[in-house]
């Protein structure tokens, strides 16, 4: 996307419609990497988010971007991605037009600030479950006044620094800071977590919530749709974004949740590597199993 792509933002959230604040930003602007995915948050599209799991080569961004993808999710919390590795992916991701948003393994300064400097335009920390925790990741995640990220010369602004507040002022505008709520303690406390300032969004990793709910799977329980009405309506009153991991066999849930709270509903896993490629195997097989069947075999296109 190019840097003046966008010249103004629609209204989303219940804020007023403003002027795109990082055309103010002249000096860093034609350095900028935007970030794809807050963009049409704010423009009040849905984001699907293609997920790595095992397939960490960069060449992977370009058949995502090729899907229409517009974020990768890279998940540093279950998955061996080291953090070499993931900064590659991240960097990959910039040149192809693809946020990078990663999920850490911890509450931890080294990560988040490491993987930010270093081409991550969205961090996820899992199992918050208090506002303090939130507080630490605004400090961890955003430069000042927001918080105390020490600024770097990252990939984002393509190892430059033109103007030191103006870059300070354009990774806080473009990095995306998300608490993860997956336990009953985090959405008991979701109201005052989504009420601390500089974060960007909530994520919902509703696999372990509902197993933190002691209903582990049963998504079409009705405790599940209103624990994630709940969050988003925390969101919505502050503000931020929803998005969810864990659901992408269930968009049935996220639709009616997009249509009960509008443009807070914003992004969502949708597809993960080692899914695609079992069920591509599948398909493969189950297709030369015909042919020794004798079974007609229709020739793909």
């Known amino acids: 996307m190019s840097p003046t792509a966008i010249t103004e933002q629609p209204a989303t959230n219940g804020k007023a419609k403003v002027a795109d604040p990082l055309l103010a930003l002249d000096k860093v602007l034609p350095v900028l990497s935007r970030n794809p995915l807050k963009d049409r948050m704010q423009a009040g599209n849905f984001s699907p988010c293609y997920y790595i799991q095992m397939v960490s080569s960069p060449e992977v961004l370009n058949l995502a971007k090729l899907a229409g993808y517009h974020a990768t999710v890279l998940n540093l919390e279950h998955h061996k991605t080291g953090i070499e590795t993931a900064s590659d992916i991240c960097l990959a991701a910039l040149n192809r037009g693809i946020a990078p948003i990663c999920i850490v393994p911890s509450l931890q300064n080294d990560w988040i600030s490491r993987l930010l400097d270093n081409g991550a335009q969205g961090i996820i920390v899992p199992r918050v479950g208090t506002a303090d925790m939130a507080k630490e990741m605004v400090r961890f995640g955003k430069h000042r006044p927001l918080g105390e990220r020490p600024l770097a010369f990252s990939p984002q602004l393509q190892f430059q620094i033109p103007d030191f507040k103006q870059a300070q002022e354009a990774q806080n505008l473009t990095s995306i800071i998300a608490p993860m709520i997956e336990t ?22 509703v696999h372990d919530l509902s197993d933190d709910m002691g209903i582990g799977g049963e998504f079409s329980n009705p405790l599940i749709y209103d624990a994630l009405s709940k969050i988003c309506r925390a ?67």
């Open 184 to 205: 009953v303690e985090g959405l008991s406390n979701v109201e005052e977590i989504a009420a601390v300032h500089g974060l960007d969004a909530i994520f919902v990793g």
């Open 235 to 301: 969101a919505a009153a502050n503000g931020l974004y929803v998005g969810f991991g864990g659901l992408e066999w269930r968009p049935d849930l996220i639709g009616r949740l997009r249509k009960d709270f509008g443009s807070t509903v914003a992004f969502g896993i949708a597809g993960r590597d080692g899914v695609f490629l079992l069920n591509g195997m599948r398909e493969v097989v189950k297709r030369f199993q015909d042919v020794e069947a004798g079974i007609d075999v229709p020739a793909l296109a």
